[in-house]
Each structure stands twice: as C-alpha cells, then as structure tokens.
C-alpha cells in the first residue's frame, strides 16, 4: 500500500460506448489503482448532448452536464478524458484543455488523423500532454509500442487489420460463403457493424487509425484523403473463392512503408490477398492484429480485440496511469527532431492516391513492392462509364484501338500499360454484355505509370481527374503480400486450373 495519495480528477466527455465502458473500468479498478499507486482516480463530470437519454443503471446522473466546456474548463476537472467522436467540437475542447495545461487522453482516430501534430504541439507548448492509445486498436498496445520500444529500431514497416467490422464481414464471406450484404447484415446484427458502416467499409476508419500510426511510427502526419482509402464494398464471393484457390485469404490491410531510397513512404488501405500461412491471414472476426517491423528486432505481431467498451476503456485508463505515474514524456507524440533523416511522407504522392485508391490501382509506389497485383476488372452494372477513354478501353467489344501506332484490344492495352503477365477473360454469360477480366501483373513501372500509360496522358492531374471520374466500382485491385509470388508459373498454372474448371464462369461470378 502506497502511503501519499494523489489524487486526480477526471472530466469525461462523452458517456457512449467508450465514455459507459470507462465509468464501468474506474468503478472496477479505482480502489486497486490507488492501492497500488497511490493514484486516486475521482470522475467528477461527464459531458453529453441529451441529458436525458437513458444511460446504464452505475452511470451517476449527478456528473452529467451538457456542455464540454463545463467539463474542460472546469477548476475542479485536471485531466480530460475525449470520448465523444467526430472532429468537431472534439478538436474545439480537446484544444481548450490543452491551452489550460491539462493532459488529455483521447480515443479519437479522426480527429488524430487530421490535427495530432498540431495537438501534440499544442500539448508540448503548454507542458503537457495528449495521449491516444485507444484510437487504434482500442487496448492492444501499439501505440505505447512505437512510442516507448520502438527507440533504438527504425520502424521499416507497418502492417496490419485495424477495422474489425471490415474484418468479421470478409471472414464471416470466407467461413459461410455469404455474399457482402449478407455478411454486413450480420455484423449488425451482432453488433459489430454501426447502423451506417459507411466509414468502416469504405476503408476511412482504417485509413484514420493508420495516419495516427504513422504519426508514431515516423513522426510525419499523413495527408489524410478519404478517398486514398479503398475499402470492401466491391469484394464478391468470387473474390473469395478465388483467394481460396490461390492459398490465399482476402484481408483488409493498412500498410506503410518506407521506400527504398528511405525518402518517402509508401501507404496502402485495402483489401489484400495474404497467403494462408501469413500471420494476418490468421486473424478472423473482429479481433484487430499489427505487425511491426523493426531494422534490428524484425517482425512484431500484436493482435487483440480492436473495438468495444473493455477494450477501449482498458486502453484509456492505461493511458492515464502510466502518465500520471512516471512517463508523462512517452504520451506526448515523439519530437521530430529526434528523426532527423527519417522518412518524409511525400505529399504529392499521398494526393496522387485516390486516383488509384478508389477501387483503382494503388499507390505509385506500391506496386514497386509487391511482386504481384491481381487486378479484376469488371463492368459497370449500370452499364455506361463517364469517360470516353474508359469506354474505349473496356467497353468490352474487343474492337481494336491504335496506340503509339500499335493496334490494341481492350485487354492488350491494360496488359501492356502494367506490363502484366496474363490476362484471363472471364465470360459473363450469354444475357450479359459484359466481361471480366482478371490480370495478373508483375509491375516493371509504378502502377502511376502503368495508369498514364492507359489513359495515353502525361499529365498526373489530368489522369486523377479521370479516375476519379470513372463510375466507382469498375476496378478491384488485391495486391498480394510481399514476397509471396516468386514462381509466377505457378501462379498462371494455377489460374488456368481455375480457368478450366469454370470456377470463374458468368454464371457462378454473377
Ligand atoms: N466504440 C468503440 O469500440 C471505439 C473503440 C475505439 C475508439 N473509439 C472512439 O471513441 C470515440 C467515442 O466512440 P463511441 O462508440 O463511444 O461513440 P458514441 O457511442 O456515439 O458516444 C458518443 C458520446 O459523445 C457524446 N457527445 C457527442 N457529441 C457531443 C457534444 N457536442 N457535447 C457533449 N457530448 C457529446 C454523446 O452524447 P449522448 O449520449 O447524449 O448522445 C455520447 O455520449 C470515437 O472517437 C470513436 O472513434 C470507439
């Protein structure tokens, strides 16, 4: 038992999932947290929007008041706990506790993935501190990893399944064999899809939770642009089987990395094919799993439960004790300083992204590291495409098209533009006037390349604008994992197997 008591008194904003989750944690742990430490945890407000909205039965109704200011500019509040969501007015109160010297613990990746520099600076200027282990990954320590081991190593690599909903869903396709919106259903009825999983299954949530990784891997914010984020809405069941039939599993996956010259880094939100012995390839339902890669201690792997009331709220209170312990310096994001000739997240390239990232093709680094993407492409269901040099490229008649004096099919001119190794056209059936082709590619040039190549243009703005134009859902791109594809024979015979046995026939396809 520790004899001098200090006592600190927390204002909560926010008594949702997460704000419910940490009153239940502070009435479990409280006594043993001051017995141990000598650390008094005391909740003495908690902001809501509806002061009278049910709330659960140990919930002191005394505490709620229904302005944040009253929590963080309250004399009587000396640490804020953020749990309410959404950028705004998160950023206004987390801002206003900060400027008064208070430490902030936030489980918020959307408001990190647009303001954390400016947070932490915030933070540092006023002596203290801003932490957010429960932002990704909810109580899986990763942030507290890259923060606090991750000193002596340079990070090489980030890896890893940070969205749970999209992970139970493409699991829950792989296990029953249910389509998408089966699957989503399913998830909401479990309750591990929120009523608009928009966020989730667009990628966005995961693009959120890897710029704050980013941030405390590299000490560089990532420009966050939604659309740099693909997310899962266009995996079909054939996606599924035919990842099966390589030994593969469709995971969605955030990655960053540096690039070879060490001067960029390289991000990518998306579905993935993982071979089957792969670590993450092992993760199933809603647990979450990274992998961080360290010059000197290699590969880390944390997996855990990503979302939900304990979780996070272990998360949280993790946070507040070992800051208010002895480590305050570890919760405020690393000094850039001290990454002097560490990587720069490149700009341009970031924003060059969503160009590829809708669905499209990946980043223009990307494809230099993977050893193979499978591209499938597939009609329009709607039928017509908003860009004349689309329609002309897959509008699916075969008619032959001159470029660079060479004549082309449709096909040909993708195969060529990626330098892809095989195309393998897939009839949609005698009702349908479409196709889908699948392609296989060894990228010999970035896919940013390979698009501009496509589109015949030079100019990377105009293509961007192009792409983004395209009707959404015409390309789905499943970059395998590094250094799974080394004998590409292998993988042709594998296909042609597949091929021959009509598993990606029209009929079964649609
Ligand atoms: N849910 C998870 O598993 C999880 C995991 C990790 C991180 N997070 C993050 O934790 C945060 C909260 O998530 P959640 O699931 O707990 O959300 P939630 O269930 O929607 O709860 C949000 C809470 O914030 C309150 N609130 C919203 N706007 C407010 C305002 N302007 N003033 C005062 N109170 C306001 C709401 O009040 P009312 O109750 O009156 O509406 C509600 O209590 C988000 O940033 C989320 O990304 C969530």
């Not at 009707?471 to 994992?481: D, L, N």
Request: hydrophobic share 40%; proline share 4%.
């Amino acid at each position: 038992m520790t004899e001098k008591v200090k006592t600190l008194r927390l204002g909560l904003l926010g008594c949702g999932v997460v704000g419910t989750g940490v009153i239940a944690a502070l009435q479990k742990q409280s006594e043993e947290i001051e017995h141990r430490f000598g650390i008094q945890l005391v909740l003495v407000k908690v902001a809501v929007r509806d002061l009278q909205r049910p709330r659960a039965p140990f919930v002191d109704r005394s505490l709620l008041v229904s302005d944040w200011q009253q929590v963080c500019q309250a004399d009587d509040v000396d640490w804020v706990i953020e749990a309410m969501g959404g950028r705004q007015p998160a950023k206004e109160a987390v801002m206003a506790a900060l400027s008064l010297g208070k430490p902030v613990v936030t489980a918020n990746k959307e408001l990190l993935a647009f303001h954390q520099q400016e947070l932490a600076g915030l933070a540092r200027s006023r002596g203290t501190f801003l932490a957010c282990e429960s932002s990704v990954m909810a109580g899986v320590p990763v942030v507290y990893m890259l923060d606090a081991y991750f000193q002596a190593n340079r990070v090489m690599r980030l890896q890893g399944i940070v969205n749970g909903t999209c992970n139970y869903i493409l699991s829950q396709m792989s296990e029953s064999g249910e389509d998408f919106h089966q699957a989503l259903m399913q998830a909401q009825r479990q309750g591990y899809a929120e009523p608009d999983p928009t966020a989730d299954i667009e990628g966005r949530d995961a693009l959120y939770k890897l710029a704050v990784l980013v941030y405390h891997a590299w000490g560089q914010p990532l420009v966050v642009n939604p659309d740099l984020a693909a997310g899962i809405t266009g995996v079909s069941t054939a996606d599924i089987r035919l990842a099966k039939r390589l030994g593969c599993t469709l995971k969605h996956v955030v990655e960053a990395v540096p690039t070879a010259s060490g001067e960029n880094l390289s991000v990518y939100v998306g579905p993935q094919l993982l071979p089957d012995g792969h670590p993450l390839a092992q993760v199933c339902g809603v647990n979450n799993a990274l992998s961080i890669s360290g010059d000197l201690v290699g590969n880390l792997i944390f997996e855990g439960p990503g979302a939900g009331a304990g979780t996070t709220a272990s998360g949280i209170l993790e946070d507040v004790v070992r800051c208010a312990l002895h480590q305050p310096d570890l919760a405020v994001s690393r000094d850039e300083s001290l990454w002097e000739g560490s990587v720069d997240v490149d700009h341009q390239m970031a924003e060059m992204h969503p160009s590829f990232a809708l669905r499209t093709i990946g980043t223009g680094t990307q494809s230099l590291r993977h050893q193979a993407l499978l591209v499938r492409w597939q009609e329009s269901p709607h039928g017509s495409l908003s860009l004349t040099v689309w329609e002309n490229l897959i509008d699916g008649t075969g008619e032959r098209q001159t470029l660079n004096g060479k004549l082309f099919t449709p096909d040909e001119r993708v195969a060529w533009a990626w330098g892809a190794e095989k195309a393998i056209p897939v009839p949609m059936g005698k009702s349908c006037r479409g196709r889908r082709v699948w392609f296989v590619f060894q990228p010999r040039h970035s896919a940013a390349e390979g698009l501009r190549r496509v589109v015949g243009g030079t100019d990377g703005t105009q293509v961007e604008r192009q792409v983004l134009e395209s009707t959404v859902g015409q390309w789905a791109v499943f970059p395998f994992a590094d250094g799974f594809v080394t004998d590409f024979e292998q993988l042709y015979e594998m296909l042609e197997e597949i091929e021959a046995e009509g598993e990606l026939t029209g009929a079964k396809v649609r």
